[in-house]
């Protein structure tokens, strides 16, 4: 029986080598190893042996089983190497094709406007601060001197959630929150940059949402000649710096003075054009020094410290520096028109 098996053991692996493919190696595979295999037909005869040749013969046989299924494995992952090399050489690939371009994305005008912003004020001494945009009409309106049925409160036709919850539509509540949080201490220098709501019908230059970045300052000794210093400033840093800036008279509810703030229109350089209708300026913000109201019911004593306060549209400085007349534009995703502030 020893001889039986060394001479299949030889047999069955020169059959496995010479294999063509994966089903003659199954074939013998099920040939050897089955069932109703050769080797299997050997094991039954082994009840007829003594009981000194059963170890050496099951050792034996153990020895040819695993050589032979080592002999399969190899061969298994010969056919299959040689598969892939002719499925390889039959798929060959064209190096000198261009790849396929991966488009990348970019700032939003409107993020890169408010980030030149913070940079600015920043660099003015000026701190980030935040707030909720689903705001208290106590925050919103009352803590900024426009007490319930106020007519200025027109002016801002509001997204009410309940009688005393709405939408914010100034990012002021911020400032009314601030100088509250500091309990009275000075200096406050903030900026809100954030979004705000309106019921404002859509237009080139309207939309029920946009974006504002407002300013406050509160401290001993702050005179309009502050806010109009720190102003012109900005205006330089934004947009050139033979920029000039001038100050009406106008009204809001929270400051007083009040002013509008203008700048020389950078189209005509102040001659008069199409741009600022023949007028060489165009508004950009509105600004003025904090009521003596907004600062007592926020905790100050407006006898000892006085403040000033400026707003203005992040949509309106970017239609002003990259000469964008709709500001639809900036919410409609387009991407030719998106494509143009790629630094890249």
């Not at 001889?3 to 074939?27: C, G, P, S, V």
């Not at 408010?114 to 940079?119: A, C, F, Q, T």
Request: glycine share 10%; net charge negative.
């Amino acid at each position: 029986m020893q001889t039986r098996l060394q001479e299949m053991k030889e047999t069955a692996i020169e059959q496995i080598r010479q294999a063509a493919d994966a089903q003659q190696l199954q074939d013998l595979r099920v040939k050897y190893l089955g069932k109703k295999g050769e080797l299997t037909e050997l094991l039954r005869g082994m009840g007829s042996l003594s009981a000194e040749e059963r170890p050496v013969v099951g050792q034996l046989v153990n020895e040819v089983r695993g050589a032979l299924e080592a002999a399969f494995a190899a061969k298994q992952d010969e056919l299959e190497q040689a598969l892939l090399s002719a499925k390889l050489a039959s798929q060959s690939i064209d190096v000198t094709l261009p790849g396929r371009p991966i488009p990348t994305g970019t700032m939003h005008p409107l993020s890169r406007i408010i980030e030149e912003l913070e940079d600015i004020f920043i660099g003015l001494g000026f701190e980030i601060a935040e707030g909720p945009e689903v705001e208290l009409d106590h925050f919103n309106f009352e803590m900024l001197n426009l007490p319930k049925d106020h007519p200025a409160r027109d002016m801002q036709d509001s997204f009410y959630i309940t009688d005393e919850i709405l939408m914010r539509t100034h990012t002021s509540p911020v400032q009314a929150r601030t100088m509250l949080k500091k309990g009275g201490k000075t200096p406050v220098k903030i900026i809100c940059p954030g979004k705000v709501y309106r019921r404002d019908d859509d237009d080139a230059t309207h939309s029920h949402q946009f974006t504002q970045i407002e300013g406050l300052v509160v401290d001993k000794g702050i005179g309009m000649s502050d806010l109009k210093g720190t102003l012109l400033s900005f205006a330089r840093q934004m947009f050139g710096e033979n920029q000039q800036i001038r100050l009406r008279p106008s009204f809001f509810p929270f400051t007083e003075p009040s002013a509008e703030v203008d700048l020389q229109c950078f189209n005509c350089g102040g001659s008069g054009c199409r741009v600022c209708k023949h007028t060489g300026w165009i508004e950009i913000l509105g600004s003025g020094m904090v009521h003596p109201r907004v600062l007592e019911m926020a905790g100050y004593d407006p006898q000892e410290v006085s403040g000033f306060a400026f707003g203005m549209g992040v949509e309106r400085i970017a239609m002003l520096k990259y000469g964008v007349e709709d500001i639809r534009h900036f919410y409609t995703n387009d991407v030719r028109f998106l494509r143009q502030f790629n630094r890249g």
